[in-house]
T-cell receptor, first 113, second 116 residues
Framework: GQQLNQSPQSMFIQEGEDVSMNCTSSSIFNTWLWYKQDPGEGPVLLIALYKAGELTSNGRLTAQFGITRKDSFLNISASIPSDVGIYFCAGQLTGGGADGLTFGKGTHLIIQP | GAGVSQTPSNKVTEKGKYVELRCDPI?????LYWYRQSLGQGPEFLIYFQGTGAADDSGLPNDRFFAVRPEGSVSTLKIQRTERGDSAVYLC??????????????FGAGSRLTVL
């Protein structure tokens, strides 16, 4: 089946630093999504990307859909304490079979004061 | 409702027991998904409903797992003869499907199942 490799597994940064994480796949996706999950909660959608090469921003977050459709990255600028959490990339295929998501294993972001 | 509601939030049971987990999706969402999230992992797809029918149940790990959505709204995930390896957070998500050109899933907070 499809596998998503997400890196890094965890990040320890200082408040105010920029963050970058990425996701690669062994196969193509039509849609890439980035979710954030806080403890005891379900994943919350941050950014959705629908076209290869697309670059999308949401406040301090910027994400890109790789041109090969097999990768995506997420950048967070000027990190703040509430950015702490686990970030998941997810790929989605349209047409045929489930419309569900294939998730990466997550990047755990920890911000040191 | 305003969001996806899942009950119970926590369930502790003994090995071999039967468990039901309930999901109440966002009103009007025709698509409903169940995922399982083990500790330190991303969510893994279990089953997808479009309306009342299971459109894809390829993620269910074995025949001890079953899910229903009899009226196209609330769904119940049923686990028979629970095993310790079933311990995980079971997430439900719903969406409008591809009506708007994008299928955006909204997740509930999950039901944490612990099998002793």
């Amino acid at each position: 089946g499809q596998q998503l490799n997400q890196s890094p597994q965890s990040m320890f940064i200082q408040e105010g630093e920029d963050v970058s994480m990425n996701c690669t796949s062994s196969s193509i996706f039509n849609t890439w999504l980035w979710y954030k999950q806080d403890p005891g909660e379900g994943p919350v959608l941050l950014i959705a990307l629908y076209k290869a090469g697309e670059l999308t921003s949401n406040g301090r977050l910027t994400a890109q859909f790789g041109i090969t459709r097999k990768d995506s990255f997420l950048n967070i600028s000027a990190s703040i304490p509430s950015d702490v959490g686990i970030y998941f990339c997810a790929g989605q295929l349209t047409g045929g079979g489930a419309d569900g998501l294939t998730f990466g294993k997550g990047t755990h972001l920890i911000i040191q004061p | 409702g305003a969001g996806v509601s899942q009950t119970p939030s926590n369930k502790v049971t003994e090995k071999g027991k039967y468990v039901e987990l309930r999901c109440d999706p966002i009103s009007g969402h025709t698509a409903l998904y169940w995922y399982r999230q083990s500790l330190g992992q991303g969510p893994e797809f279990l089953i997808y409903f479009q309306g009342t029918g299971a459109a894809d149940d390829s993620g269910l790990p074995n025949d001890r797992f079953f899910a229903v959505r009899p009226e196209g709204s609330v769904s119940t995930l049923k686990i028979q003869r629970t095993e310790r390896g079933d311990s995980a957070v079971y997430l439900c998500a719903s969406s409008l499907g591809w009506l708007t050109g994008a299928n955006v899933l909204t997740f509930g907070a999950g039901s944490r199942l612990t099998v002793l």
